[in-house]
């Protein structure tokens, strides 16, 4: 998980969206409130259009795990932070359009699973919708004001660790943040197998980068820094919330050994 930066006021499409809507409510009924917007009201262009620029907030990456995401897979969804159900107590449906409440999240499955799904499709073989089993599919109505870890806190990649093998862990930092942290991996699925899988490939090759080109503390700097900004297509490197984590600490290592 990584840092989300918020614009300072919502997109135009929002606005619009809402003026309008709200507009045409009120002649009905002069109290409607947004806490009473059925979510499929919300429709394109301007949802597309939101959806976009979260897209492009995030440098493509899911809010959650970070996997690859974008308009044109349509293999992402306008996630709410906070639940936007009317039913669940405490109810955050007053949210339901609130910008700083929207994010940009993938539908729960991986690229390889979306590749060998299209695949078949070619081939015209029959073969099942992929399940959505991770991220905000996953996460559903739950949120929790002391145990969700959310993407919109300024260190929230600092709550996680990887191992090697692609797992992502609660960092041991103090019993509250871990608690966290781990509630978080559990109802967000974070350490589905299949995430795992692709997740551990990531980490990977950054380990093998390290490994073959023996960099320097100031060549370790250079390269987290370019890590940690959108390349010149506006998008992060997929997972670069574990490559951060081990580029970081091979840093470390360095700097402290004066290399």
């Not at 959650?64 to 936007?84: D, Q």
């Amino acid at each position: 998980m990584r840092y989300i930066k918020k614009q300072d006021r919502e997109p135009d499409c929002l606005t619009k969206f809402k003026q309008e809507f709200l507009e045409g409510k009120r002649k009905e009924d002069p109290q409607w409130e947004f806490s009473k917007l059925d979510w499929d009201d919300f429709k394109n262009p301007e949802k597309a259009e939101l959806l976009d620029v979260l897209l492009k907030e995030q440098g493509y990456i899911c809010c959650y795990c970070g996997r690859r995401i974008s308009i044109s897979k349509r293999n992402s969804h306008i996630e709410h932070l906070k639940p936007k159900s009317k039913s669940r107590r405490p109810s955050y449906a007053h949210l339901v359009v609130t910008y700083s409440n929207l994010l940009a999240s993938c539908n729960g499955y991986t690229e390889e699973q979306e590749l060998e799904y299209e695949e078949k499709l070619k081939q015209n073989r029959d073969t099942p919708k992929l399940a959505e089993e991770f991220c905000g599919s996953k996460k559903g109505d739950w949120y929790d004001d002391n145990f969700t870890v959310s993407p919109l806190i300024e260190n929230c990649a600092e709550y996680f660790t990887y191992t090697a093998a692609g797992q992502i862990r609660p960092a041991n930092i103090d019993p509250i943040i871990e608690k966290a942290a781990n509630e978080t991996i559990i109802r967000l699925g974070l350490n589905n197998e299949k995430l795992i899988r692709v997740r551990e490939k990531v980490i990977k090759d950054t380990l093998k980068l390290i490994d073959t080109k023996k960099f320097s503390s100031q060549e370790l700097q250079k390269l987290i820094q370019g890590y940690d900004k959108v390349d010149n297509r506006g998008e992060y490197v997929r997972f670069c919330a574990a490559v951060l984590y081990y580029l970081k600490q091979e840093y470390s290592v360095k700097k402290k050994s004066g290399l």
